[in-house]
C-alpha cells in the first residue's frame, strides 16, 4: 500500500524528486487542504505524467468511507476502513448556529475498560497513525464545505471519538502539528481538545507542545474507590495525583481545564459527590456533566429533573457547570456509544 502524502511536511515534499517544478509540492498541498480534492487525477492544472506518478507513488486519504448514518437532529456519523479491514469512527456535530465540530477517533477501540463506555468494551485493537487521524479530519472537512447551511468557515476539533489520546500520544501529537501548520490546514490550538482519561504523567508532554490546546479530562468520579470502579485507570493514576499534576500544569501553562463527568444515576449524584465536587479549585476547573448515554430505557440514566437538581446542587457550591446535550442518540454517535460492530445498517 502507497504511503499517504499527508505524512509528508511541504518541505519534504517539495525536495522529492518526483516533482518537475518546486512549486508544486504547494500546489498539491492547496489542492488537498483548501480544496478538498482526495484524488490526485481530479487535480486539473497538474500535468498528466506528473499526477500518473503521483498516484503511482503515493495516496492521498488512508481511510475509506464504509458506512454513514444521519440522525434527526443532523449529526453524521461515519463508519471508516482502514488498511487491515478495522473500523473507526467519526461524528460530525453541527450545534444550532451552524459551528461544526469533528468528532475524531484517536484509536481502534481503546484497552481503559471504562465501565460505561462501548468503546472500551472492544478492548485496543491498534493505535492509529497520524496520516489516518488527519485523513479523518480531512474527510469531515470535504462534508463541511459542502454543507450549505454552514457560513463559519472555522471548525472545532474534539478527540472524543474511540480511544485514548494520551495513549496514542506521538501519533496524536504528529497530528496535531500537521492540523495547526499554516500549510496544512492552519487550525488555531485553542478549536482542538484532547480528552483524557486522565493519564497523569503524559499530560504536560502534550502541553509542552501545544500550550493552547483545549484540555478536557474524564472525572466522573470525585471520590477514588468509586473512580476506580468506573475506570480502572483510576488505580494508577489516582485522582489526589491527578489533580496535583493538573495544578502544577495550570501553574505554568496557564489552561483552564474541563472536567467531564458522565452522570450515572445511583452512582456518582450523591450529596457526597456534591460535597466533594465543592473542593474542586473553581478558577482552573469548569465541569462539562454528561448524562449517562445509554441504548434504550436503562436505570442508570438520570431523568431531566435529576439532572437538573444535580446542576443546580454544583452551581449553588460555586462551581462553573455545562451541561452537554444528547446528539445523535438515534443512531448510537453520541458520547460513549461508537462501536464499530453495532453499526450495521438496520441495527442500532
Ligand atoms: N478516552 C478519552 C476520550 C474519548 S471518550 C476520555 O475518556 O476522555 C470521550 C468522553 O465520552 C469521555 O468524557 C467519556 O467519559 C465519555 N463517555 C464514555 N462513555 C460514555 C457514555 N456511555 N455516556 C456518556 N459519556 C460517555
Ligand atoms: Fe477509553 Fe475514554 Fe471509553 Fe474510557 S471513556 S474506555 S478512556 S474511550
Not at 517539495?14 to 484524488?39: L, T, V
Amino acid at each position: 500500500m502507497n504511503d499517504s502524502i499527508l505524512n509528508f511536511r511541504f518541505d519534504g515534499l517539495s525536495e522529492r524528486e518526483i516533482f518537475d517544478k518546486p512549486y508544486r509540492a504547494g500546489q498539491i498541498f492547496k489542492f488537498i487542504y483548501e480544496n478538498c480534492i482526495f484524488d490526485f487525477n481530479d487535480m486539473t492544472n497538474i500535468p498528466l505524467n506528473l499526477r500518473k506518478s503521483l498516484s503511482e507513488n503515493f495516496r492521498i486519504l488512508s481511510i475509506v468511507e464504509s458506512a454513514r448514518r444521519t440522525s434527526s437532529d443532523g449529526v453524521i456519523k461515519f463508519l471508516f476502513e482502514l488498511d487491515d479491514k478495522n473500523c473507526v469512527e467519526s461524528v460530525y456535530l453541527k450545534d444550532k448556529n451552524n459551528r461544526v465540530t469533528f468528532c475524531i477517533s484517536s484509536q481502534c477501540g481503546c484497552r481503559m475498560g471504562c465501565a460505561f463506555c462501548k468503546t472500551g468494551d472492544m478492548g485496543l485493537i491498534r493505535n492509529l497513525r497520524a496520516d489516518e487521524i488527519l485523513s479523518q479530519v480531512l474527510y469531515l472537512y470535504k462534508i463541511m464545505k459542502g454543507d450549505a447551511s454552514v457560513v463559519d468557515k472555522y471548525f472545532n476539533i474534539v478527540f472524543m471519538g474511540m480511544g485514548e489520546p494520551l495513549d496514542n500520544l506521538t501519533n496524536v501529537e504528529t497530528a496535531i502539528s500537521k492540523l495547526i501548520d499554516k500549510k496544512n490546514l492552519g487550525i488555531s490550538q485553542t478549536r482542538i481538545t484532547v480528552s483524557t482519561c486522565g493519564i497523569a504523567d503524559k499530560i504536560e508532554d502534550l502541553l509542552k507542545k501545544f500550550p493552547n490546546i483545549t484540555l478536557a479530562v474524564s472525572l466522573n468520579s470525585p471520590e477514588q474507590s468509586e473512580r476506580e470502579k468506573m475506570m480502572p485507570v483510576s488505580k494508577k493514576y489516582p485522582l489526589n495525583l491527578l489533580f496535583q499534576e493538573l495544578k502544577r500544569l495550570y501553574g505554568v501553562y496557564k489552561n483552564r481545564i474541563t472536567l467531564e463527568y458522565v452522570l450515572i444515576k445511583g452512582v456518582n449524584m450523591r450529596r457526597q459527590d456534591v460535597d466533594l465536587l465543592s473542593q474542586i479549585d473553581k478558577d482552573i476547573f469548569h465541569i462539562n456533566l454528561i448524562p449517562i448515554n445509554v441504548g434504550g430505557d436503562d436505570p442508570r440514566r438520570p431523568s431531566e429533573p435529576e439532572i437538573k437538581s444535580f446542576m443546580d446542587k454544583l452551581t449553588a457550591v460555586g462551581l462553573k457547570v455545562t451541561r452537554r446535550y444528547r446528539r445523535g442518540a438515534d443512531i448510537n454517535a453520541d458520547c460513549g456509544q461508537l462501536f464499530y460492530e453495532k453499526f450495521v445498517e438496520g441495527v442500532v
